[in-house]
């Protein structure tokens, strides 16, 4: 499994901005694909996380203005992002785990990350 992000950008005001994580290498029947992020000096926190056989789990400080989706056929994962804040700003990773999803607040279960791509708002 490789993860490759792309879509980080600086944007001003409430956006929108869609982040992409393209998955190539493996591909199982049952896993969960994220995101998460880390803003500087901060720890990284989930942000919304989808199981490809269905189901989707966010954090709350993202409800309601990011949606997570997962298209099958292309292997790729979206975020996107609308209604975005200046506390948005971070480094966003995609990350990838063998089974089921787990709550957003668990940030050590996957075993698969990329190398993240940084999202500035302001």
């Known amino acids: 499994v490789q993860l490759v992000e792309s879509g980080g950008e600086s944007v001003q005001g409430a956006g929108p901005l869609r982040l992409s994580c393209v998955n190539s290498?493996?591909?199982?029947?049952?896993?969960?694909m994220g995101w998460f992020r880390q803003a500087l000096g901060k720890e990284r926190e989930g942000v919304a996380m989808v199981n490809i056989r269905g189901g989707s789990k966010y954090a709350d400080s993202v409800k309601g203005r990011f949606t997570c989706s997962y298209v099958k056929d292309d292997h790729i994962l979206y975020l996107q992002m609308d209604n975005l804040r200046p506390d948005d700003t971070a480094m966003y990773y995609c990350?990838?785990?063998?089974?089921?999803?787990?709550?957003?607040?668990?940030?050590?279960?996957?075993?698969?990350w990329g190398q993240g791509t940084q999202v500035t708002v302001s």
């Open positions: 290498g493996g591909v199982y029947r049952s896993y969960c």
């Open positions: 990350a990838a785990r063998i089974g089921t999803c787990y709550d957003p607040s668990n940030t050590y279960s996957y075993g698969y």
